[in-house]
């Protein structure tokens, strides 16, 4: 499975079953702390696309599997790009938390 090409048409109700069936795998959510506080997905961490460089404190291997979403889709992608460019090599661009069915926390 290429980088990139996970999820071609991201369903991020699709890749958060795939996130909790995969072992040691982090949920990364790169909205502000603002809009990570109004609902975000159980278990998901936030690490603003704009901090992204602070990652680093939450995902310590460079070969984690790592699950990112957004709002809409168009950060994570950036998001996942960075990653990539920061050394990770398991990223999954999972889309916007606009289309997710499941559970959220406030």
Do not use: W
């Not at 790169?30 to 609902?39: A, N």
């Not at 704009?50 to 070969?63: F, H, I, Y």
């Not at 990112?68 to 994570?76: A, D, M, Q």
């Amino acid at each position: 499975m290429g980088l990139f090409g996970f999820m071609k048409n991201q369903d991020i109700n699709e890749g958060v079953k795939v996130y909790g069936a995969t072992t040691g795998a982090i949920l990364l959510d790169v909205r502000t702390p603002q809009e990570y506080q109004e609902g975000h997905i159980p278990e998901s961490k936030n690490v603003p696309l704009q901090a992204l460089e602070g990652v680093k404190q939450v995902v310590t291997k460079m070969d984690t599997p790592v699950f990112v979403y957004c709002y809409s889709g168009g950060r994570s992608r950036q998001a996942a790009k960075l990653l990539a460019q920061m050394g990770y090599t398991n990223i999954k661009d999972i889309g916007g938390i606009v289309a997710y069915t499941g559970k959220v926390e406030r």
